[in-house]
C-alpha cells in the first residue's frame, strides 16, 4: 500500500479492515443502473471519470424534492418555500463539514468544476492579475484549468506558465519553483489527473506557493470522489468540484474558497439573491456565499449532492480510498501483463484512472469492441489536449473506476482487450 492510501485511514484502522468494512456486492445493490444489461452483456461500467452512476437514495431525494418539496428558495413565506430553502441549506452545511471548511459560507454552489474555476478567474483573477503578471498551470490539467486562466492572460496580457511533468506524469517540484516567480498571481492545479491518475503532492505545492505569497486554485473534480479532501489541512485557497463525478446530480457543483478571499472578490454573474439593495443608481451586494449564486440556484441538484455526500461519508472516504487502491493495482497489474500495452501515467500516487495505449490499436477501436461487450471505457484526449502531446500520442483508452467496481469487472477488461488485440491480430 502507498503511503498516500496509508494515510488516508483513521490511525486506527488497518488497510485489511477497511477493506473488510466495505461490502462491495451490497454498494452495487444500490446503484440501480448497474443491474442493467448492455448489447445483452452485463454493463461493466469504467468511464467513472467522466461521470459517476448514483446509489438509489440520490434519485430518492432528487423525485422525492420533486414530489413533495419543490418550491423556489429564499423568497417564499409559505410552507413549502421554506421547506426548500432548509434543505438547501443543508446541503451547504453538509459539504461543508465533507471538506472541512470552517464555515458554511465559504461553500458557493456552481454547476460544477468547469464554472467554479471561470469563477475565480474572473473575479478574483481579473481583480489581481495585470499585464506581466504571471498565472501557472500545470502540464496536466483537464481543458476546464487551461482556458479560463488562458482568456484571462489574454485580456490582462499577462502571461501563461506551464509546471511540466516527467515520463510517468509527475509535476516537476524543482521546475515548479523555479517558475513562482515574483511575477506570478495564482497558481492553478488539479488535485488528480483526469487523464493520467496522478495525486499531486497539493500540500507541498500549496506551501511553497503560500511562502511566496501566492494564492493556489485547486481543480478537485477528481479528487473527491477518491480521496477525504480536507480544505483547511491542505490550506488551498479555493478548491473546486462537480457533483456528478461524486455519485451526485449533473448541473451541481461547488467552489471552496477562504472567506477573507471571497469577501474582498467583485461578484461573478448579477442578478436575484445576490444582491442587498438595488436602485437605478446603486446595488449592493449580498453577503457570503450568496453573492455568489445570482438566480435561481439548482435546488434540486444541491439536494442531490448532499445525498451522494452523505453516502459516501457513510460508507467512509477512508474504506473507499482503500477499495479503489486495491482495484486499481490490481487493474494495473493485469493489464500491464498484456503485451502490446503501455500504460499512460505511471505516477507513485495514483488514483482512479488506468489510461493506456495498445501497439498498432486506435484506441477508438478499443473503446468500440469492448462496449461491444458491455463494457464503458472512454477513449480519446479526454478534455487534455496538452498531455497526450506531452507523451506524443493523440488518444489514449481509459478504464477509471469507482466504488462499485470490482476485481471480476477488472478480468472482464482484461479479456475484452485480449479480444481487441485477436481481431486486430
Ligand atoms: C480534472 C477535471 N477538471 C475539470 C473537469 C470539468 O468538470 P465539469 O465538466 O463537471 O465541470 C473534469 C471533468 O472531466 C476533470 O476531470
Not at 502507498?2 to 479492515?17: F, I, M
Not at 473527491?224 to 480544505?231: A, E, K, N, R
Given at each position: 500500500m502507498?503511503?498516500?492510501?496509508?494515510?488516508?485511514?483513521?490511525?486506527?484502522?488497518?488497510?485489511?479492515?477497511a477493506?473488510?468494512?466495505?461490502?462491495?456486492?451490497?454498494?452495487?445493490?444500490?446503484?440501480?443502473?448497474?443491474?442493467?444489461?448492455?448489447?445483452?452483456?452485463?454493463?461493466?461500467?469504467?468511464?467513472?471519470?467522466?461521470?459517476?452512476?448514483?446509489?438509489?437514495?440520490?434519485?430518492?431525494?432528487?423525485?422525492?424534492?420533486?414530489?413533495?418539496?419543490?418550491?423556489?428558495?429564499?423568497?417564499?413565506?409559505?410552507?413549502?418555500?421554506?421547506?426548500?430553502?432548509?434543505?438547501?441549506?443543508?446541503?451547504?452545511?453538509?459539504?461543508?463539514?465533507?471538506?472541512?471548511?470552517?464555515?458554511?459560507k465559504e461553500?458557493?454552489?456552481?454547476?460544477?468544476?468547469?464554472?467554479?474555476?471561470?469563477?475565480?478567474?474572473?473575479?478574483?483573477?481579473?481583480?489581481?492579475?495585470?499585464?506581466?503578471?504571471?498565472?501557472?498551470?500545470?502540464?496536466?490539467?483537464h481543458?476546464?484549468n487551461?482556458?479560463?486562466?488562458?482568456?484571462?492572460?489574454?485580456?490582462?496580457?499577462?502571461?501563461?506558465?506551464?509546471?511540466?511533468m516527467?515520463?510517468?506524469?509527475?509535476?516537476?517540484?524543482?521546475?515548479?519553483?523555479?517558475?513562482?516567480?515574483?511575477?506570478?498571481?495564482i497558481?492553478?492545479?488539479?488535485?488528480?489527473?483526469?487523464?493520467?491518475?496522478?495525486?499531486?503532492?497539493?500540500?507541498?505545492?500549496?506551501?511553497?506557493?503560500?511562502?511566496?505569497?501566492?494564492p493556489?486554485?485547486?481543480?478537485?473534480?477528481?479528487?473527491?470522489?477518491?480521496?477525504?479532501?480536507?480544505?483547511q489541512?491542505?490550506?488551498?485557497?479555493?478548491?473546486?468540484?462537480?457533483?456528478?463525478?461524486?455519485?451526485?446530480?449533473t448541473?451541481?457543483?461547488?467552489?471552496?474558497?477562504?472567506?477573507?478571499?471571497?469577501?474582498?472578490?467583485?461578484?461573478?454573474?448579477?442578478?436575484?439573491?445576490?444582491?442587498?439593495?438595488?436602485?437605478?443608481?446603486?446595488?449592493?451586494?449580498?453577503?457570503?456565499?450568496?453573492?455568489?449564486?445570482a438566480?435561481?440556484?439548482?435546488?434540486?441538484?444541491?439536494?442531490?449532492?448532499?445525498?451522494?455526500?452523505?453516502?459516501?461519508?457513510?460508507?467512509?472516504?477512508?474504506?473507499?480510498?482503500?477499495?479503489?487502491?486495491?482495484?486499481?493495482?490490481?487493474?494495473?497489474?493485469?493489464?500491464?501483463?498484456?503485451?502490446?500495452?503501455?500504460?499512460?501515467g505511471?505516477?507513485?500516487?495514483?488514483?482512479?484512472?488506468?489510461?493506456?495505449?495498445?501497439?498498432?490499436?486506435?484506441?477508438?477501436?478499443?473503446?468500440?469492441?469492448?462496449?461491444?461487450?458491455?463494457?464503458?471505457?472512454?477513449?480519446?484526449?479526454?478534455?487534455?489536449?496538452?498531455?497526450?502531446?506531452?507523451?506524443?500520442?493523440?488518444?489514449?483508452?481509459?478504464?477509471?473506476?469507482?466504488?462499485?467496481?470490482?476485481?471480476e469487472?477488472?478480468?472482464a477488461?482484461?479479456?475484452?482487450?485480449?479480444?481487441?488485440?485477436?481481431?486486430?491480430?
Open positions: 502507498t503511503s498516500l492510501a496509508r494515510t488516508l485511514l483513521p490511525e486506527h484502522q488497518t488497510e485489511q479492515e477493506l473488510s468494512a466495505f461490502n462491495v456486492e451490497k454498494v452495487r445493490s444500490e446503484f440501480p443502473i448497474l443491474a442493467q444489461k448492455v448489447r445483452g452483456k452485463s454493463l461493466v461500467y469504467l468511464d467513472n471519470a467522466a461521470t459517476s452512476q448514483k446509489p438509489r437514495v440520490v434519485i430518492d431525494a432528487l423525485s422525492r424534492y420533486y414530489e413533495q418539496g419543490n418550491a423556489n428558495i429564499h423568497r417564499g413565506v409559505h410552507f413549502l418555500s421554506e421547506h426548500a430553502t432548509a434543505a438547501h441549506d443543508a446541503a451547504r452545511t453538509i459539504v461543508q463539514k465533507h471538506l472541512n471548511a470552517s464555515d458554511r461553500i458557493i454552489f456552481v454547476r460544477g468544476t468547469t464554472e467554479a474555476i471561470n469563477l475565480v478567474a474572473q473575479t478574483y483573477g481579473r481583480a489581481h492579475v495585470g499585464a506581466g503578471d504571471e498565472v501557472l498551470i500545470t502540464a496536466m490539467e481543458h476546464s487551461i482556458v479560463p486562466w488562458q482568456l484571462l492572460c489574454e485580456e490582462k496580457r499577462a502571461k501563461l506558465r506551464v509546471v511540466p516527467n515520463d510517468r506524469g509527475e509535476l516537476l517540484l524543482d521546475e515548479y519553483e523555479k517558475l513562482l516567480s515574483g511575477c506570478t498571481k497558481v492553478a492545479v488539479s488535485h488528480v489527473s483526469n487523464a493520467l491518475g496522478t495525486v499531486n503532492p497539493l500540500r507541498e505545492m500549496i506551501e511553497i506557493a503560500h511562502s511566496r505569497g501566492v493556489v486554485v485547486v481543480d478537485g473534480a477528481q479528487a473527491v470522489p477518491h480521496l477525504q479532501v480536507d480544505v489541512d491542505l490550506d488551498c485557497d479555493f478548491f473546486a468540484f462537480s457533483g456528478h463525478k461524486v455519485y451526485g446530480p448541473g451541481i457543483g461547488v467552489l471552496y474558497g477562504k472567506a477573507a478571499l471571497l469577501e474582498a472578490m467583485p461578484p461573478y454573474q448579477g442578478g436575484g439573491d445576490m444582491i442587498s439593495s438595488v436602485t437605478f443608481e446603486k446595488t449592493t451586494y449580498n453577503k457570503l456565499p450568496h453573492r455568489f449564486e438566480g435561481t440556484p439548482d435546488v434540486a441538484g444541491a439536494i442531490g449532492l448532499g445525498a451522494a455526500i452523505e453516502y459516501v461519508d457513510r460508507l467512509g472516504m477512508e474504506n473507499i480510498a482503500a477499495h479503489e487502491h486495491e482495484l486499481l493495482s490490481y487493474a494495473t497489474e493485469r493489464v500491464s501483463e498484456l503485451s502490446g500495452v503501455r500504460l499512460v505511471t505516477a507513485q500516487q495514483k488514483a482512479g484512472v488506468l489510461s493506456f495505449v495498445l501497439d498498432g490499436v486506435h484506441p477508438h477501436d478499443i473503446g468500440t469492441i469492448l462496449d461491444q461487450q458491455g463494457i464503458a471505457i472512454r477513449t480519446g484526449h479526454h478534455c487534455a489536449q496538452p498531455i497526450m502531446e506531452r507523451f506524443g500520442i493523440a488518444a489514449t483508452a481509459r478504464a477509471s473506476f469507482g466504488l462499485y467496481n470490482t476485481k469487472e477488472v478480468d477488461l482484461t479479456e475484452g482487450i485480449q479480444k481487441v488485440r485477436e481481431v486486430f491480430a
